[in-house]
């Protein structure tokens, strides 16, 4: 609910359809639409009511009893593969956006089963954070550039720094959170490390990737994409690294050398998301 709320608020649609998926945790939300009908919303409970889609955002979560976390992230891949295939075919040119948990496992999932190319399959990832940081930093310490939190989402996340300014029409750079940079992006973190994620604030975060790509915007976002290649990566995991986001969906900025604190907690989550998809059934 709170996606499709800051989504109407943030971007221009011609048309908005919620689909309440069977199974799904969102049960209760479709009920409301219904009752306060919305201008430009359309509720269903059928995918092909979504077909010709330019962005398709999926908050799906699966509703679990098991008590194990690779059969709980089993459930929502089980749920995906009635949900995923389908959709990439009724929308075959969208841009799809995944904000189920574990994002940058879903993702990954979601972009297997989409058959769609991994540029125009992203996670919501680490966007939320890496736009608190930069406001955090520009407001607080002046920075006036652009900051990013990269890796997975989780406690391994790593910040670093553009090397242009926020109103520079150059394509930024990245900037390793190493050097001069670390008191400042050390700053930052600290500002922002109790703010949560409620759900509002993702709903905000998803409208905001949702509006650089319908508007074509070229907005570098910090979201979960195939990071194999990327800095020195050799498996296939997704990872939130910076992405100038537009119509055609997702360009990584180029891969730089980090740090060795910084590199070895991005191999960690490399290992880690590596081992849960070896466990998963697609």
Request: aromatic letters at 4%; glycine letters at 8%.
């Amino acid at each position: 609910m709170a996606s499709v709320m800051s989504i109407l608020s943030k971007c221009k649609v011609d048309k908005l359809v919620f689909i309440d998926v069977a199974g799904c945790s969102t049960k209760g939300g479709s009920t409301d639409l219904d009752i306060f009908s919305l201008p430009k919303v359309e509720v269903s409970r059928d995918l092909s009511a979504s077909a010709g889609s330019k962005v398709v955002v999926v908050t799906a979560n699966a509703w679990s009893s098991e008590q194990s976390y690779v059969s709980v992230v089993q459930t929502n891949v089980d749920l995906y593969r009635g949900i995923i295939p389908n959709l990439a075919r009724l929308s075959p040119n969208a841009i799809m956006l995944i904000a189920s948990q574990p994002v940058d496992i879903m993702t990954h999932v979601a972009w297997r089963q989409s058959g769609l190319p991994p540029t125009r399959v992203i996670g919501a990832g680490c966007n939320l954070d890496s736009e608190r940081l930069s406001h955090a930093l520009d407001i607080n310490l002046n920075t006036h550039k652009p900051a990013w939190i990269i890796g997975e989402f989780s406690d391994n996340k790593i910040a670093v720094m553009s090397n242009t300014g926020l109103s520079s029409s150059t394509q930024p750079q990245i900037v390793s959170g190493s050097g001069s940079t670390k008191p400042l992006l050390d700053r930052g973190f600290e500002i922002i490390k109790n703010q949560g994620q409620r759900s509002w604030s993702v709903g905000l975060s998803i409208a905001d990737i949702t509006n650089s790509v319908l508007t074509d915007k070229m907005k570098p976002h910090s979201v979960s994409t195939l990071a194999q290649g990327w800095g020195g990566i050799g498996a296939e995991v997704f990872l939130s690294l910076p992405c100038i986001m537009g119509a055609k969906g997702s360009m990584r900025l180029a891969g730089l050398s980090l740090g060795q604190e910084e590199d070895s907690k991005l191999r960690d989550s490399v290992t880690s998301l590596s081992n849960l998809m070896s466990q998963l059934r697609m």
